[in-house]
């Protein structure tokens, strides 16, 4: 007689809820520039219009975790944040970032990259950064029980994120192409603007849509762009939960790069 085998329960998948952020959504010339670029890919590319990021959201995402309800938890990364901000104080030369051009991920995410100067000097703020949070929440490495598909910041989806497992969450599947923490270490510095995901829930068979039709006359950087240097003044940890359409995240925790503006 056949032993019947019993289906052993699936662990809990461990969700971030909420990320590490550089704000640019408070800067109007840059926010004014990306609401102009999705304003002109849409009068030519009408189906996407559901794919476009809230240009009052937008920000460069340095990490994804989990901190929960707890206060304690809450707590340490307030003061995670503090560190981190007194790190770059002591060993980044802070200057204004310069964008040079539009790229995609595997043609489901636009984004605005910045120059090869200002890339490396936000890869030396996220080297910074990133052991703070480490300490108080261990990344997960490789291909993770995290499903964080529909849990990048960009996406309004966040609001699924739901676990008790306080960690840091290395991106998986779709989340490689729009969070950053991933399992490598590799950090592309990027401004999401736009991405397909964002079709979930809406659109049938969303996961087909892809940015690859798209002229490349039309991926140029805007005009408002063009030599214009955006100041890096604070660094953020937002909620990916609350979020209300037209305004920014809930910010849980927020320090100044120069002392005295937190």
Not at 32 to 47: F, G, N, S, W
Not at 170 to 189: K, L, M, N, V
Request: neutral net charge; proline residues 5%; charged residues 25%.
């Amino acid at each position: 007689m056949k032993q019947k085998l019993t289906k052993q329960p699936r662990k809990p998948k461990t969700r971030p809820d909420c990320f590490i952020a550089i704000p640019f959504a408070h800067k109007t010339r840059c926010r004014q520039a990306v609401d102009h670029l999705q304003a002109t890919l849409i009068e030519k590319y009408p189906h996407l219009k559901g794919t476009l990021v809230d240009p009052n959201t937008i920000h460069i995402t340095l990490g994804v975790m989990r901190i929960g309800k707890d206060q304690e938890m809450i707590q340490q990364v307030e003061e995670a944040l503090k560190k981190s901000v007194k790190s770059v104080q002591g060993s980044v030369a802070l200057q204004p970032v310069e964008f040079s051009g539009i790229q995609s991920f595997r043609k489901s995410v636009l984004y605005m990259k910045p120059t090869e100067e200002s890339e490396k000097m936000m890869r030396d703020i996220y080297h910074c950064v990133r052991p703070h949070f480490e300490s108080i929440a261990p990344s997960i490495d490789g291909e993770t029980d995290a499903d964080t598909s529909s849990t990048a910041p960009d996406s309004m989806d966040a609001e699924e994120a739901s676990s008790t497992e306080s960690s840091m969450v290395s991106t998986a599947r779709e989340a490689r192409q729009d969070s950053i923490w991933i399992d490598s270490g590799h950090f592309t510095p990027h401004m999401t603007i736009a991405k397909c995901s964002l079709l979930k829930g809406s659109v049938r068979n969303w996961w087909t849509y892809k940015f690859d039709s798209i002229d490349n006359d039309m991926l140029v950087l805007p005009e408002q762009m063009v030599g214009e240097s955006i100041a890096l003044d604070r660094l953020q940890v937002c909620s990916m939960h609350g979020r209300k359409k037209g305004e920014y995240y809930k910010i849980i925790a927020q320090e100044s790069f120069y002392d005295g503006n937190s």
